[in-house]
Each structure stands twice: as C-alpha cells, then as structure tokens.
C-alpha cells in the first residue's frame, strides 16, 4: 500500500443486505487519491454493490464512507447510517462518476448531447464550452466523427466509449467501472481495456474497476482486491495475489478463471 | 357559464336512505344487462378472433375491418341503432334485449383484441412443437394454443367485465329501468332532487369497481405465480 | 321505411359533426393536461400528491361518463355552479379520459429503464432533471399508442353529451330520426362519421409516434 498521509477513500465496517441477503459484511478499505484499484471475486461477492453503494445508487444500512474527509455515510448514535446535508451530499457525489455494463445512454439524445447534458445541467458549463469539452473527450475516446449519431446508431464498443467520454466530462475524481465489458463481443473487450490502461496511468483519478479479467487486472492495476462472501478476503499488489494467494478460497477462484 | 351562488345544498342523509332500496333494486337490472351482454361478447368475440386468424383472406380482413368499425365508433350509436332501425325491418324486440345486444356487440370487438392478445403471447416454438408433431391445425388450436392462452385472457376479459357494467348505464337512454334511469328519470325529476339518487349511483359504481379490480389484481398475481 | 339518397341530410349531420370536433379537441387538450399532472403525481415521491392523484383516478376510472356527465349537469347546479352544457361535456371528457391517461402516463414512465435513472444519478442530475430531461422525453413515444386508444374512447363518449342537448353529431341525428323517419340512412352515415374521425385520430397518433422515435431506439438495446 501506498504511504500516504491520509487515504482519499476510507469505507469502515459497510454492511449492505437485500432483505435477508446480507451482500456487504463489514468492508473496511483505504485508497489513495490516484490509485488504480482491480476489484475481482465469484458473482454475488457484492463487488458491483460496493461500487453501487460508493455511488449512492444503493444506501448501506451500516457503516462509514470518508471521501477526502468529507463524510458520505456516517453513523448516528444507535449505529445507523445517515447522510450529511442535502447540497454537500450532492457536492460530494458529484465528484464520483460511473461507467455501467450496460452503458445507460440517454437514447433520445445524440451522442454529443449525452457528453454535454451533466456539464450543461449539473456543473452549469457554457453549451459553448461543454461541447468544445466534449469533442475532446469523444476524440480521446476514438469516436469525435459519431458526436452526432444516436446511441442506437452506434455497436456496443462504440457505446461504452461515449459512455466512459460522457463521465470523463463531469471530471470526477473518482470513477467506478462496473463489468463495462461483459457485454461486449469479445472482439471488443480489447479497445476498452486499452482505453482504461490508459486513463490509469495518467493518475488523474482514482478508479476502481470490476473486472473478471484477470490479465488485466494483473498487468494494469496497482492493485487487487478479491471480494468473496461480501468481505475482501484479499487485498494487495497484483503481482503477490496472482502468484502467491494467502486464502484457498483465492487459489480456488484463480484456478477456475485462469483454467478457461 | 352561470354562476349562482344562492342555492345551498344540503345533503339529506332521509332521502338517500329511503330511495337506497330502489336503486339497489334497480341496481339487479345493471346487473342482468352486463351478465348477459358479456355472455354474449365471449363468444361474439370468439367469432371475431378466428375471422381475423382465418387463412381465408377475404374473411380475416373483413373480421379486421368488423373489429375496427365496432370499436371506432359510439355504443350510444350502436344502441340507437338496433332500437331505431331493427324495427323497420320487423325485429322487434323490448328494450332490454336490444340493449344487451348492442353491448354484446360491441364488447365483442374487445374481447377479440383481448383473445388476439392472449394467443399472440403462446410463444411461437408451441405451433411448431405441435407442427413437428404432425397435429392437425384445429386441434392444435384447441387443445394446445388456447388452454395456454387462457391466463392472461382471464384477467383482460374481468377488466372489460368492470367497463362494460359501467357502460350498461347508457341503456338508460332507450328507457331500460337500469340504476341510472331510476335515479334520474324516476326518482330525481319527480322528487327535482338528484344530488343523493346520482350521487348514490356514483358511489355504487365507485364501490362495485373497486372490489373487482382489486378481485382481478388478485388474480392476475395468482395467474403469475402459477407460471 | 325510406331509401331517398341521403345527401340532403348531410348539411345539418356536418354541422353536428363540427360541434363534435370542438368537443373532442376541448376533451383532448384537458385529458393531457391532467393526464400528464395525475400521472406526474402517480410517481412523485411526495405522499399527498400521490394519494390525490390516486383518488382522482379511481374516481373517474371507478364510475361511468355518463353518471359523471349527469351529477356535473344535474347536481352541481344544487351547489349553485350551472354549466352549459357545452362546458359540462368538455370538462366531463377531459376528466374521465385524463385518468385513463394517468395511466398510461404512470405506466410510460416508469417502463423507461432503470439504468437511465441511475445513469443520471451518477451524473448528478437533480430527480426534476432527471424527469423532465431523462425519463418523460424517453416515456413520451410509448405513450402515443396507448393514448391514442384512450382519445378514441374519448371521442365515442362525446356522443353522450347529446342527452344534456349539446348539439353534437347523435343529437342531430336524433333530431333528424324524428323529422324524417329515415333511421336506416341517418344512423349508417353517423356511423361512418365517427368512423372516419376514429380512424383520422389514429392515424395521425401513429405518424406522431413514427416521426417522434425517427433515427432513435428507445428500446434500450439494439439488435
């Protein structure tokens, strides 16, 4: 882990159910501002959720989420989560972006329009300079020439670009990658992953990504965690996960992906 | 529009529970008509849905153009219809049977969208299954498609069931001694009150729809759940 | 019985259909409008909203247009508030086919996916953006086809308005039976009259909805 003063994600003791099926139990994790982090583990290990719940798209019903000090969740006095006001709630969030497996896009807007919406809307960015904005994500993305297409226009690869271009441009400073490419025709899983290397090694942002790639998760992240039975069983460099595992449950689920 | 506020009116709870038994009694005619009516539109509608599946294509489409024609225009229409022009040609009949006729009629043109439906929702692999199994297209049809089909049918036809006891009323307007005309022709312009008869219907009504829509959610969760 | 061409009665059954136009628009405009407040309110996330939009669609849904059409012409002069009939009947079709639209405004909105609501969450939109800009732009096309069946019905209960004497397209002809004892000819070409609107209405419903999903898949995912 990196040694820094103080870590720009802190989550202690997140506890997260669905009626009786408890999906978080008790996540507690640091990250530095910067890092890029691989989330991997068995389906149901409530990696997706734990991003969901970063995101607000889901509340905890226990626990504490610090970002950048700032607290997200808290608890009260009977140990209950509660959220801060209402306008830093929506500051705070709106430092947190996300790319979905099935990229959402706004399918009555044109691909330029679901880049510029957030910033137009949200941020209350000129149409001028969103769109200028815009264009310079989309190019980085490879796909400036379709700014005016729609999303049903365009193949599933070319979705998830808009998608990852329409997040960039809210500038987050965390971004959360949800199996964005387990929708994806093989053949276009590669782009993506690129993409992603990419945006890592920049260091702009923090990103967490959960992937079932091993290979990526190994060569491009600083970091791994394995997520199984709602705890991270395992947490370090990539390298010492891959190649010597602490757990049975680890060796077990690298043995059957990595068999494939 | 007129606005004159000097009359106020005042809720006489006498009244309304004396002329309760009327309208209750007026009350089984409504019913009658609508248990008639949709007795006839099940199997009206039946009709409707083999000529419009019919590989003969005359037949399909004027089945197509029947339901259309039904359904785009007036009940009140159809009912004038029947009671103003059948006698012309000697078909003479009472009011009441007119009225259940023009219902049955129309409700037909629904319930065969209701039946189109429902058989559009067997899924496509069943006809095949039944093809490969060297069925004749008959049986295929009544012995495979439509038990399959009945599920959703139930629940759709129990809706139409709830509109057509709403749209009875207009039977009123060819002198049927339904609720409606009791409350309004018999009891309000003799006693010059309708607050308590009309609003007494409304309620009725209000009551009657309640408990069978939510009969017929019931069912339809029942129907899910069974699949 | 008469079979004389029944062109001489056309005149005054056009005129009646005017007035059933001026109706059905009247109704139209007013069923939106509360179509799209009622169903607005279905969803909203503030209880008495909900609740008041739920009473008045299970009122008006509950009970017939004709029993509505008679207590707003009938009753409500007791309280001292006397519509012509013309306003009567407007406003009695607006209101019962404006909660049939509720319905299909609710149901709209909330079979837009919910991966675009999270979307926009993620984005930062305010639930107001994310309705007004997200979810009623999408819901809007599939609520044509539906609508579009509710303005039909809209337009066949307008003919009810002939017995508090609007002078629609039934009450003319009722007139006209009368007169003339021409029933047969009267009735069949009120029929097609209606017929025609029905048909007119819903074609134009559904070229609405082809230019309005035109270039966009509102389906979600493409084949």
């Known amino acids: ?260 | 529009m007129n606005l004159s506020l000097a009359t106020g009116a005042q809720w006489d709870w006498a009244f309304a529970w004396e002329i309760l038994p009327q309208l209750l009694s007026a009350m089984r005619v409504t019913v009658t008509a609508t248990l008639l009516g949709m007795s006839l539109a099940v199997f009206g509608g039946l009709l409707l849905v083999m000529m419009r599946r019919s590989h003969i294509k005359t037949l399909s489409r004027s089945g197509y153009w029947t339901i259309e024609f039904i359904r785009g225009t007036p009940l009140l229409i159809q009912l004038y219809f029947f009671y103003y022009v059948l006698p012309e040609y000697g078909l003479q009949q009472s009011a009441m049977v007119t009225g259940v006729l023009a219902l049955g009629l129309h409700y037909s043109s629904y319930m065969a969208e209701v039946y189109r439906a429902g058989i559009d929702a067997v899924p496509k692999g069943q006809w095949e299954a039944a093809t490969a199994l060297n069925f004749p297209p008959k049986r295929t049809f009544f012995t495979l498609i439509l038990p399959q089909a009945i599920p959703p049918i139930v629940p759709a036809s129990g809706n139409y069931l709830v509109a057509m006891f709403k749209d009875s009323v207009l039977l009123s307007t060819i002198t049927v001694t339904e609720v409606l005309y009791t409350a309004r022709d018999d009891i309000g312009s003799d006693r010059f009150r309708y607050l308590e008869p009309l609003t007494l219907v409304g309620v009725l009504f209000l009551i009657v729809s309640l408990i069978s829509v939510a009969g017929i959610r019931r069912l339809e969760r029942h129907l899910e759940k069974k699949r | 019985m008469s079979f004389a061409p029944p062109f001489d009665l056309l005149p005054p059954l056009l005129v009646g259909l005017g007035k059933t136009l001026q109706l059905t628009a009247g109704g139209i405009l007013l069923c939106v409008l509360l179509a799209l407040f009622a169903g607005l309110g279905k969803v909203s996330g503030i209880p008495p909203l909900r609740w008041l939009a739920n009473i008045y669609v299970e009122i008006f849904r509950g009970t017939s247009a004709l029993v509505q059409l008679f207590w707003f012409f009938f009753v409500l002069p007791f309280f001292g508030v006397s519509l012509e009939p013309m306003l009567a009947g407007i406003l009695v079709l607006g209101l019962n086919s404006g909660a049939y639209g509720a319905e299909v405004v609710r149901g709209a909105i909330q079979a837009v996916s919910h991966g675009q609501k999270e979307a926009a969450t993620a984005l930062g939109f305010t639930p107001r953006q994310t309705l007004w800009r997200i979810l009623l732009p999408q819901a809007v096309v599939s609520m044509l086809p539906p609508m579009s069946n509710v303005f039909i019905e809209l337009l066949k209960n307008s003919a009810l308005v002939s017995v508090i004497s609007v002078h629609d397209l039934t009450f003319v002809a009722q007139i006209h039976r009368a007169d003339s004892l021409r029933t047969t000819a009267i009735f069949s070409i009120v029929l097609v009259l209606y017929f025609a609107v029905a048909q007119g209405l819903s074609r134009g419903m559904s070229f609405l909805e082809k230019r309005l999903s035109r270039g966009r898949d509102l389906g979600g995912v493409k084949a």
């Open chain 1, 1 to 260: 882990m990196t040694d820094s003063p103080e870590p720009f994600i802190q989550i202690r003791d997140l506890h997260k159910s669905f009626g009786d099926l408890k999906v978080l139990q008790g996540i507690n994790l640091d990250i530095p501002a910067g890092e890029m982090v691989s989330v991997i583990g068995p389906s149901g290990s409530g990696k997706s959720t734990l991003l969901r719940v970063l995101m607000t798209l889901e509340r905890p019903e226990q626990g504490e989420v610090l970002i950048g000090g700032e607290p997200l969740y808290s608890m009260d006095g009977e140990g209950h989560t509660t959220l801060p006001p209402k306008a830093q709630f929506r500051a705070l969030r709106n430092r947190i972006g996300m790319v979905f497996q099935h990229f959402n896009l706004f399918p009555h807007m044109t691909v330029l329009r679901n880049v510029t919406e957030a910033p137009v809307r949200v941020l209350g960015v000129s149409r001028k300079d969103a769109k200028a904005e815009a264009m310079k994500y989309l190019d980085e993305v490879g796909l400036a020439e379709k700014a005016d297409a729609y999303p049903a226009q365009l193949s599933g690869g070319q979705k998830q670009r808009v998608a990852i271009a329409r997040a960039l441009a809210m500038h987050p400073e965390i971004m959360l990658f949800d199996e964005i490419t387990s929708a994806l025709d093989p053949e276009l899983v590669g782009g993506i992953l690129a993409l992603l290397d990419r945006l890592g090694k920049r260091k702009e942002m923090t990103m967490l990504i959960v992937t079932h790639h091993m290979n990526f998760a190994r060569q491009s992240s600083d970091r791994v965690l394995f997520f199984d039975g709602g705890v991270i069983l395992e947490d370090g460099k990539p390298d010492d996960i891959f190649t010597h595992p602490t757990h049975d449950r680890t060796r077990e689920f690298l043995k059957s992906v990595l068999e494939v």
